[in-house]
């Protein structure tokens, strides 16, 4: 199985902050790799899908990038309803893996 | 609008059965590969497997093979998981998924249920 290592596991940030999430492949999966946004107690929100193209509705101020095993989500100002956590996901073969997760919290 | 709903949290005894619904409403349903994903409580999300609605053709994680089972019925737009031999380990919210595109090569989730809770506790 391919395995997916996200860092930090948690990070502390203010509004208005750019922050930025790192995801490694344990093999090269190509642009492979999605990013979603969950909150406590909801379903996950897919945010970024193929490393870089942005989901429908989501806005602008999220960005990822990468190819081969090293990927980045980048959201460029922090806004009060980003404070979640994320999970990185490969989706270049099953069975599909997902990191740890990083918990993006208000400093 | 495009939407999945999942039946109701259950309570399992160690080694009972559970089978969960999974209803499309708002997209064809047999365009899509519905995907199962579960998460512990305080763990990450796992991916389970698939079920193509058009064929039922299914791929399972080795770790779940044979002990999940996935079903669908095209009629009622719904997808199914049974899971057997159920164990403390497997007390978690299970959701179904759809890819963000048609047939069974995207593995990119953009439409999520609302999830299941199944608590196994003797």
């Known amino acids: 199985d391919i395995q997916m290592t996200q860092s930090p596991s948690s990070l502390s940030a203010s509004v208005g902050d750019r922050v930025t999430i790192t995801c490694r492949a344990s093999?090269?999966?190509?642009?492979?790799l999605n990013w979603y946004q969950q909150k406590p107690g909801k379903a996950p929100e897919l945010v970024i899908y193929?490393?870089?193209s942005l989901q429908s509705g989501v806005p602008s101020r999220f960005s990822g990038s990468g190819s081969g095993t090293d990927f980045t989500l980048t959201i460029s100002s922090l806004q009060p309803e980003d404070f979640a956590t994320y999970y990185c996901?490969?989706?270049?073969?099953?069975?599909?893996?997902f990191g740890q997760g990083t918990k993006l919290e208000i400093k | 609008q495009v939407q999945l709903v999942q039946s109701g949290a259950d309570v399992k005894k160690p080694g009972a059965s559970v089978k969960l619904s999974c209803q499309a409403s708002?997209?064809?349903?047999?365009?899509?590969?519905i995907q199962w994903v579960r998460q512990a409580p305080g763990q990450p999300l796992e991916w389970m497997g698939w079920?193509?609605?058009?064929?039922?053709?299914?791929k399972y994680s080795q770790k779940f093979q044979g002990r999940v089972t996935l079903t669908r019925d095209t009629s009622a737009s719904t997808a199914y998981m049974e899971v057997t031999g159920l164990r403390s380990e497997d007390t978690a919210v299970y959701y179904c998924a759809r890819p963000r595109m048609r047939g069974i090569w995207f593995g990119d989730f953009s439409v999520w249920g609302q999830g299941t809770l199944v608590t196994v506790s003797s």
């Open positions: 079920i193509n609605a058009v064929n039922g053709d299914t």
């Open positions: 996901q490969q989706s270049y073969t099953t069975p599909y893996t």
């Open positions: 093999q090269r999966i190509s642009s492979y």
């Open positions: 193929a490393a870089s």
């Open positions: 708002g997209f064809t349903f047999s365009d899509f590969a």
